[in-house]
């Protein structure tokens, strides 16, 4: 499912993502008026008192000291209206819920408006105190009011083509309405200084050029409802008043120019013009957001639609890619639970059948599964299901393969092992024929070396017979004392010397079984003292418990770690998986096909010498009462060969 879910779920994210960043630029748009009103309208009433305190602080301060008193009681009226502006400017600014609708743009340029209007109690101190003159008044006021143009800028920024030019248009002609406002405070500074210095007069004629060159400019650039307001403006006698002043103050000079403007008509008029020009540009503001509404709900209505196309394609290919996620993930299992039932029934099954000697049709065994691939051209999932029957199919037949190989083993290792038996049986007669005749005693400790190598060939041997799954031939008619069977088994190995056998309880060990135990016992000590340093001696203990008796075989070796008894476990608990490759355990699968045979239970565990225990357990099945002791010692024994 993976394969299907992750395709759709991306998908699906970058529908959203698109759908957020188409629809999010036509958001804002759709704010732009609310956004205006809520900040542009107070910094803009902020700004016209501003500028009106400019004028009124130019005039002051042109005003000769001791006849400054009506000018002063004006600027100080002015300064409560400009403190009252800009503290509702402040509260808009800082209304968290209202700065929430602003970008990170819109929020720095509020922020540098509310931080400029920050310096303006240390100017007006400088004017009360007349610590600087008119025209640098007028300078630093003209400071305090330009960040309004960025802010009104990033108010009214429209991201969409000629709405952009629009919005930046109606930027510039807000200029124009401060260059008005600049020409009157140089005008009033100098009607009542009596006059301009030169520097102040170029500043004045400049403020004059650009407020033309900007109305020229722009006003053509305006769309039609908002360029008809200011053409309208310009056939008024408000403008043409305006454009009479200008000229009168160009012709006059720099020393005429404050009796050029000495009556009231000029003040009138620059008020008229001030207020209109602030009229033109809200309502061309406003147009140009209207304008930008208009288009961003057009465009809001077109990304809807294409959203909502987008959106039926992600609901068919989420549709498409569960169906073919369910077929896919269908056939998938299909596989999955042919390779399980293979590998945890199948071919165990096969084994144990080959195990039990059954024969086997590989073709009935693993029958081909159908991938639903008949009659069309087959698909990678029917690919890999033709090669799963294949693998199964061949899997089969190389079990069977390999089971005929391990019959044909195990009877060629059983041939060779009954032949050799056969041999070692007639050479054991004939060492008993010449130890009877035999009286030099170093003729008859050879023979003994002869006949206890007899007796140790004859256990490889029947060790062969076991692995190849068949029982050795030696059988006995009565029961035998445990004692006479552990002291059996130490007689068959090389070191027979070094084992220690204790005295133990009268028990016997039932007829059928005591060949068998007596060579389950045999490999241990064998191990016990292969793995013994030479000089020690193997050591038993043996107790009877409930249920049966147990015989516990101590080496004093280096011992075994976790991991070596594990293995060794494995081994003694399956010993029908014996593997030829594994000659180094061939006692301990021997040990295991024997304790399987008669229910004994043989563990391995850590010696107290430092080596290794093999604590035998044998069954109540297994034990008898003892019978006439049996000949032992050099561990020849009565047997009967069959």
């Not at 007796?455 to 059988?475: F, K, N, Q, V």
């Not at 309880?505 to 292969?530: K, S």
């Amino acid at each position: 499912m993976t394969l299907t879910v992750v395709p759709v779920v991306s998908l699906t994210m970058l529908w959203g993502f698109a759908m957020v960043s188409v629809t999010g630029d036509l958001r804002a748009l759709i704010r732009v008026q609310g956004v205006y009103e809520a900040f542009g309208t107070p910094i803009d009433t902020a700004v016209g008192q501003i500028q009106i305190e400019r004028r009124l602080a130019a005039a002051y301060l042109g005003t000769p000291q001791g006849e400054d008193r009506g000018p002063l009681a004006a600027l100080m009226r002015q300064q409560r209206e400009t403190d009252r502006a800009v503290t509702a400017m402040r509260e808009a600014i800082g209304d968290p819920e209202g700065r929430a609708d602003l970008t990170g743009r819109q929020r720095q340029s509020v922020d540098a408006m509310a931080a400029g209007v920050d310096g303006m109690e240390r100017l007006r101190e400088g004017v009360l105190a007349r610590k600087i003159t008119w025209g640098a008044a007028i300078t630093a006021y003209t400071a305090i009011v330009e960040p309004a143009f960025d802010v009104q800028s990033t108010l009214t920024a429209l991201q969409a083509g000629r709405l952009a030019r629009e919005g930046q248009v109606v930027i510039e002609l807000v200029r124009v309405r401060e260059f008005v406002s600049r020409e009157d405070a140089f005008v009033a500074g100098a009607r009542a200084a009596g006059k301009l210095t030169d520097g102040q007069y170029d500043t004045l004629t400049a403020t004059v050029e650009d407020r033309r060159v900007f109305h020229r400019t722009y006003v053509p650039d305006l769309p039609d409802d908002s360029r008809r307001l200011f053409t309208d403006f310009e056939r008024g006698a408000e403008y043409r008043a305006l454009t009479a002043g200008e000229d009168a103050l160009l012709r006059a000079g720099a020393d005429g120019a404050g009796q050029a403007m000495a009556g009231d008509s000029w003040r009138s008029t620059t008020d008229r013009a001030v207020k209109r020009y602030m009229l033109l540009c809200t309502e061309a503001a406003l147009n140009a957001a209207d304008r930008g509404r208009d288009f961003a709900y057009r465009e809001m209505l077109k990304a809807g639609g294409v959203g909502i196309a987008g959106l039926v394609a992600v609901g068919l290919s989420v549709w498409f890619s569960a169906v073919s996620g369910r077929r896919i993930s269908r056939r998938l299992e299909e596989l999955r639970d042919a390779a399980d039932v293979l590998a945890t029934h199948r071919l165990p099954d096969v084994m144990r059948r080959l195990a039990a000697g059954e024969e086997v049709d590989p073709a009935a065994a693993a029958p081909p599964l159908d991938f639903g691939d008949e009659g069309r051209e087959a698909d990678e999932i029917a690919q890999v299901g033709r090669a799963l029957n294949k693998a199964r199919l061949a899997a089969v037949e190389a079990a069977v393969k390999q089971a005929t190989l391990r019959r044909g083993i195990f009877a060629v290792l059983l041939t060779i092992a009954r032949r050799n038996q056969t041999l070692v049986h007639q050479q054991s007669k004939l060492v008993d024929t010449l130890e009877r005749r035999t009286i030099d005693p170093d003729a008859l400790e050879d023979l003994f070396r002869i006949d206890h190598l007899t007796t140790r060939m004859r256990r490889h041997a029947e060790g062969l017979i076991i692995l190849s799954g068949a029982a050795p031939g030696r059988r006995r008619r009565e029961p035998v004392p445990v004692v006479d069977v552990v002291a059996a088994a130490a007689g068959e190995i090389e070191d027979y010397r070094r084992v220690v056998v204790p005295p133990m309880p009268d028990v016997g060990v039932a007829a059928a079984a005591v060949a068998d135990v007596v060579h389950l016992v045999a490999e241990l000590v064998e191990n016990a003292a292969a793995f013994s340093p030479p000089h020690t001696q193997v050591t038993m203990r043996t107790a009877e418990v409930s249920g049966g008796f147990v015989l516990e075989i101590d080496d004093r070796g280096t011992g075994m770690d976790a991991a070596g008894l594990e293995r060794a476990h494995t081994v003694l608990a399956r010993p029908d998986d014996f593997d030829p490759a594994e000659d180094g355990r061939l006692g301990l699968y021997v040990v295991g096909r024997l304790a399987e045979r008669h229910g004994i239970r043989v563990t391995l565990t850590g010696s107290p010498y430092g080596g290794t225990t093999a604590v035998v357990m044998l069954p109540a099945a297994v034990l008898a009462p003892a019978g006439a002791p049996a000949p032992a010692g050099t561990g020849k024994e009565a047997t009967d060969d069959g």
